[in-house]
Structure formats: structure tokens, C-alpha cells
């Protein structure tokens, strides 16, 4: 694996492998949205009846870790490929809204 992956080469491998399988028919904006929150869901599934030092440990575990990093793969993955469809910059609107809340949340 390389470590010094990128943003859009990250998105240009999903855009790939889903032109290979002839998937882009299937990844409108509501589709992708859609999948999003699934995962989500997946993801918020490992940690639903955890107390808070079980949910603080789960990756100790190597069976719930695995678990814990597909899911997060699967989010990110529907992320990137949502903002590609619709043409955001996932890291430049990431630092607008961290801009925007440091005005509207300032420091004490």
C-alpha cells in the first residue's frame, strides 16, 4: 500500500474501479447519499450498546478494529465518490467549515 495517497487519487481509483464495472449509471447524488448513511449506520452498529470505555477500547481488539477500519473505508469511499458526482472539494470544504465555525464558536 502507498502511503502517500491523495485525495483525488483515491477518488480517481473509485472512479475507476466503478467504470469497470459499469456502475456509474448507479451512483447519482441520492444514491450515493443514500449508501453514505447506510455505512454510517454500519459503523455507529460496531459501538451501539458499548459503554464509553468499551467504545474508547474497541480497537484493541483485532476482530472489531478489522470491523471498525472497513467501515470507515466504506464511509469515506461513499464520501469521495459523492464529492467527485458533485464536483466538492471534500478538504477545501472541510477548511471553509472549520473557518466558519472558529467566527461562529470562538475560543474562550
Not at 448507479?26 to 459501538?47: C, D, M, R
Request: net charge negative; hydrophobic share 45%.
Amino acid at each position: 500500500m502507498n502511503d502517500d495517497l491523495t485525495v483525488p487519487e483515491l477518488q480517481r481509483r473509485l472512479a475507476e474501479f466503478a467504470a469497470a464495472r459499469n456502475w456509474q449509471p448507479f451512483h447519482t447524488p441520492k444514491n450515493l447519499a443514500s449508501a453514505l448513511s447506510v455505512e454510517a449506520g454500519e459503523l455507529l452498529e460496531i459501538f451501539q450498546w458499548l459503554t464509553p470505555e468499551q467504545a474508547a477500547a474497541v480497537m484493541t481488539d483485532p476482530d472489531t478494529a478489522h470491523r471498525v477500519r472497513d467501515e470507515v473505508a466504506d464511509v469515506l469511499a461513499y464520501l469521495l465518490q459523492l464529492c467527485t458526482v458533485l464536483e466538492v472539494e471534500p478538504l477545501r470544504a472541510l477548511a471553509e467549515k472549520i473557518e466558519r465555525n472558529e467566527s461562529r464558536f470562538p475560543a474562550a
